[in-house]
Structure formats: C-alpha cells, structure tokens
C-alpha cells in the first residue's frame, strides 16, 4: 500500500517477527490509529478501527482473507468530533451490528451510538443508542444462543465519597432496535472494559476494577481483572479475582471470546513487566485459569534502543478462527501510533495456575446511591463545595493568632504610631 514505515517501528515489527514468541507474526496495518474491533463475515476477516483524520477522529475499515494481507481503508464515519472505541459483532444472522462511542466537538459528554449493515461494508446512519449529558464510554455487544442481544458499557458515577469512578450498565434486545431498561450491574470502583462469554447455559462476564489507593501514588492505576457468574444474565455470583500481578500494576483493554472446543480466552494489557505488553490466557471451565502468555516483545525493543522509552501499547481486539488466532492492537510508539495485528497460536497447556474465588461482593446498592456524571450534576457538585467553602469562610476562627498573624498585625500597630507622630511634629 506504498507507505513509509519509521526505521524504528520497523526494528520492533523485526523483532516481533523473530523472536521466539511461538510463531506469533505481527503485521502494521496502519498508522496514527487505535481502538480495533475484529470480526469475522463470511470468509473475510474484519478490522474496524479509529483514525485521525483533518475532521477530527472517524472509523475506518479494512478487510482481509488470511489475516496477513489487508485491504486498502474504507471511511464508515464522517463525523466533525470523536468516533472511537468501536465493538463489531456479526450475529447468527450473519448481520454486522458496529457499536461505538461518540463524542461531540468542544463537548464533555460521550455517548453510545448503533449502526447495522447487511454485508460489513455498507453501514447504516449511526443512531443514538444513549445520547443523554451523562458519559457513557467502552460499549460492548454480544449475542447469546437464545438470539437475544445484550449491550454493555461502562458510565461515570459519583461513589459514596462523592469521587467520579465508573460502573458498568446493561440492557437487553430482542430485535436489537426495543432494548430493555439500562441497569447497573457493578457497584461504582472503577470497574470498565465489560466481555461476555455464553458457555455450557452460563454466561461469564469479565472486567477490570480499581484496586488500588487514591492515596498511594504508587497505585494510581492499579487495575485487576474480575469475573461474574450468572444464570440468566440478570442474576449474578459475587465476583472473582482472576489476574496476579504486582502491586500498583494494571491489566486493562481486554477481550473475550469462546472457541470451537469451549475454551475461554482472554487478551489483555498489562504493565506487569517493564513496558507495556498484550498477553492471552484461557480457562476450561472459568473457574481454573493458566499462566499469561505474553504475545508482544516491547521490552526486548526498548532494550535495544540507544535511549530507551516506555511507550504505549493498549487497545485490542480478538478473534478465534479454529486454529488461528488474530490481534489487533495499538501502540504509542513516536510518532507514527502504529496499529498491528498479530497472527499465531498460544501455546498453553496448563490451566491449573489460578483458581477463581467468588468471594468479592461487586453488586450494586439496592437503592440508588451512584448518580451519574453529567455536566449539570458536576456544576451542582461545584455549586455544594463553593458554598460549604464560603460556609467555612464566614465561621468565626476558633484558632489563636499563629506567628505571621502576629508580624501582620504588629505591623499594622507600628504604621498607625509613625502616622500619629509625624502628624503630631507638623502641628
């Protein structure tokens, strides 16, 4: 497709090729780009995904038959602001359904916006799924074996404390035009990135969730990986911690899919290691996991740079095609922000490595407690904390006078005397 490959991004898709990373070949697609979903249609692989263009942020679309060798893009949206965060799922009708997050130009609000197409290449008008002033982001939808559709996403909360965090909200189609009431199904911890997975009548769902301390720097951004349980999908188990990592670490950006043979598997980043790196790992039956594999070589490239640097490598999509797996991922290496995809075969034999414990209570209040983030309720949340701060103000101190009270109003005292007795010698 004739373009320019930077010598360094070229030397990490060298080292990516050639390293013993069990047959696992990483492909740019395209640069300046990020949030990938994957699908299959028919005997074509495709790859939807964010682009910067001269309007603001759009999806484009490329097409595959191998998974090496991709079309030329194709522009679905065109849109003066942010088309982002894309899910594409082709259902048992062999219907394409994109959903994706959209935001307006100069505008705080993010909502969920729906297109549909027949064929995965010609879409219909985007329509509003939530468009509402509350900040609705990450949208994901599945199909189960019933046909019904379920629609997930993450949305910004106020916790307890009163701090903005997130939580994840569900509704339900059967046509996937009437959907259900939206509910909460996680408390607000800053729990986002919601798979589902149907296996065996239960249905697994999957996240990330704060763990860490607003009060330790150190784990700012500590995310783990969760699962729950359910019969019904409206119904759910307490939650499971399914990831090891070390403290003040995160894993983030995951996807889940189910294979052939009933095999969970599940893409995820991680900053575990130096950099950081996308891993896969899988479960038999969801209650026993194996050990990560670890797809990409981030820190073995960093290592062999004159001025080494961290960088970025997040956002990714998965898709299962019997024995050959494909990645889709992002990476915020300068400057170009290359898009990849990696073809291979995990190599994972043992899933003994963690048990899940269903023991984390991670469902929402009965009552109401977690208002959404909107523009007007953060102007009212300004609105209570002014007014207590000017409450504050006008209490009378109870506090002794402290040292440079004492300098100020000596001071104050001293200039007084010097204006009475200069006043005094000119009478």
Sequence with gaps: ?????????????????????????????D??????????????????????????????????????????PVRITKFRGTDYQPYLLVDKYNTCWLVFTRKEENDVDYDIYLMKSEDCMNWSDPQPFIATHTHDWYPYIYQDSKGTYWMFFARNVFNEKGEITSAIFYSSSRDGIKWTEIKQITKAMGTVFPRM???EGKYFLFFSAFTGSWKDFARLN??????????????????????????GKFVLYLDAKLDENGTIWIA?????????EVYIFASKDGVRWSPPERITRNAE??????????????????????????????????????????????QIKDFSYIKAEFNVDMSPPQRKENVEVTEMNISKKREEIFENTSKEQRKPSKEKYGYIDILL???????????????KRRL
């Design 268 to 276: 995820y980043t991680s900053d575990a290691v130096v950099n950081e």
């Design 301 to 346: 490239y960093i290592q062999s740079l004159e001025n080494p640097f961290n960088f970025k490598c997040d956002q990714k999509a998965l898709l299962i095609d019997r024995d050959k797996f494909i990645i889709a991922y992002s990476s915020a290496i300068y400057p170009t922000s290359p898009l990849f995809v990696a073809v291979g075969m995990p």
């Design 197 to 199: 997975v149907e296996k």
């Design 1 to 29: 497709m004739g373009r320019e490959v930077p010598f360094i991004v070229f030397v990490l898709s060298l080292i990516l090729c050639l390293s013993p990373v069990y047959s696992w070949q990483h492909i740019i697609v």
């Design 222 to 247: 500590e995310h783990n990986l969760f699962e729950m349980v359910s019969n019904d999908g409206l119904s759910w188990s307490k939650a499971a911690k399914i990831s090891e990592i070390p403290k």
């Design 31 to 72: 640069n300046y780009s990020s949030y990938p979903a994957l699908a299959k249609f028919e005997d074509r692989y495709i790859l939807i995904y964010s682009k910067y263009t001269k309007d603001g942020v759009n999806l484009f679309l490329r097409y595959s038959y191998d998974g090496f060798n991709w079309s030329d």
């Design 409 to 423: 109003i000596s001071a104050l005292i001293g200039a007084g005397i010097m204006f009475i007795v200069r006043r």
